[in-house]
């Protein structure tokens, strides 16, 4: 086993910390006071990240999300997804590498036909445009695709969509031009033919953008929405792969997307522990610096324990995707989804107690970056679901000895 990085990975490592260091922190204060001057309510587009988008794609950091796109396999880019992961409101969009966009985009890779790529793919990897992937509804347990209610019904060459989705990231953002829509075509077939996925533009009649959710308060630049669908009316070759593909495609969808939250999850708990650091060497409490504290010294100490033990896994799991698919890697990519987030959690809630007030507050990241973290043992399937999977894959293992 190899731990170093690829003369490849190092090489674009090296690019991705020099456009941070001069180009996304520097933008992240210019990003805020845009979107508080226009109020967190507006999900208009802060232009300082078209500039960093041009930015990126001049130093060759762009789409680096893919193999077929960028060379890098998924052990690669988990260091450039990382690095992403201290800036991850506006870094991972810079780099055309942003969640949902990079799900659908290799959804369209994989599935979509000709004319569908041309429509959106291309678009989609210029940047120009963004999409919104729908299958959460608040009507059922969507953790469970199978409970999904929205319908499609053929009429002639069209397919007609009604139903309510929520939690669609993306929609409120503008650019937001094309929707992944799972729905049910055959609601008597077998459970897992039942479902499959139609685009839907975002101008199509009938489709109403409700509301947009936010998350503990956060208003997303580009919203997590709810969308209500009323006679929806698309033609048939919108549908993806075929008709009762949905589950199918829902399964090769999220293994990598997953797996792409971790990496950026290990990047904002190294930069909650670097804040942690720096603040306990500059704070004085009872006539030491807090980094001269038994307990701040034992917070920093396991914070960098478990972000190593969480990297580690990481890796492992992208490498075996490299090697066997996100099918192959399927236990794997459920073990480290509930792991990564949880080391990122309990490491950003100690950077919170060594900040005192000011960690609760709006002048670190650390706040939001809880909260970004929290709704990642949700998102993506709820820890739960995951955990059923990993026990039961570790029932039914095989062992060399059983005393
Ligand atoms: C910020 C954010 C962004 C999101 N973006 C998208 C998006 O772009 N597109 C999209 O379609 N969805 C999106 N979602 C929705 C997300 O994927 C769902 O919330 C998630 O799959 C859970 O579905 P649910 O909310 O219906 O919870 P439910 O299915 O109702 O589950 C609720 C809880 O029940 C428990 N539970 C469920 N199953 C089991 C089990 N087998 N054993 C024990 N306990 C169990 C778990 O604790 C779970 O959290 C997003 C959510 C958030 C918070």
Redesign the pocket.
């Known amino acids: 086993m190899d731990f170093a990085l690829s003369a490849r990975a190092e090489d674009v490592c090296g690019r991705m910390w020099d456009f941070m260091r001069e180009q996304v922190f520097p933008a992240e204060p210019v990003y805020d006071a845009w979107r508080a001057e226009r109020g967190h309510d507006d999900h208009g587009h802060p232009p300082v990240l078209e500039d960093l988008k041009k930015e990126a794609r001049s130093r060759g950091l762009w789409n680096l999300f893919h193999h077929e796109l960028a060379g890098l396999t998924n052990l690669e880019y988990a260091s450039v997804a990382e690095i992403s992961g201290w800036s991850p409101t506006i870094a991972p969009e810079a780099i055309n590498c942003g969640a ?1 966009d990079t799900g659908n985009m290799e959804t369209l890779m994989l599935f979509g036909t000709p004319e569908q790529k041309q429509r959106w793919l291309d678009p989609l990897l210029e940047g120009e445009i963004r999409s ?6 608040p009507d ?5 695709a199978r409970n999904i209610q929205t319908s499609i019904v053929r009429d002639g060459d069209e397919y007609v969509i009604n139903g309510r ?1 929520w ?4 929609a409120a953002d503008e650019r937001c031009q094309i929707f992944i829509v799972m729905g049910k075509t055959d609601p008597d077939g077998p459970p897992h033919r039942q479902q499959s996925m139609v685009l839907v533009p975002r101008d199509t009649p009938g489709l109403e953008i409700v509301r947009h959710l936010p ?1 503990f308060g956060y208003q997303d630049q580009h919203g ?1 929405s709810e969308l209500r669908f009323t006679d929806v009316r698309v033609p048939v070759t919108n549908v993806l792969a075929g008709e009762g593909d949905g589950f199918m495609i829902a399964q090769a969808r999220l293994g990598p997307g997953r797996i792409h939250h971790c990496m950026r999850a290990i990047g904002m708990a190294e930069r909650a522990l670097m804040l942690m650091v720096e603040r306990s060497k500059q704070r004085v409490a009872f006539g030491r610096p807090l980094a001269d504290q038994g307990t701040v010294r034992d917070a920093i100490a396991r914070s960098r324990i478990e972000i190593d033990q969480a990297r580690l896994y990481v890796l492992k799991t992208a490498d075996l995707i490299d090697r066997f698919g996100a099918k192959g890697a399927r236990t794997e990519i459920s073990a480290i989804k509930v792991a990564a987030p949880q080391v990122a959690l309990d490491v950003i809630d100690r950077a919170i107690q060594v900040h005192g007030g000011a960690g609760v507050s709006n002048d670190t990241v650390l706040a939001r970056f809880y909260a970004s973290a929290r ?1 990642l043992r ?8 995951h955990i ?1 999977g990993v026990a039961k894959e570790e029932l039914a293992r095989e062992r060399p000895w059983v005393g």
């Open positions: 949902p919104g992937f729908a299958m959460t509804e059922v347990a969507s953790s469970d989705k939690w669609t990231t993306g998350v997590h709704t949700i998102v993506d399937g709820p820890d739960a679901v059923r």
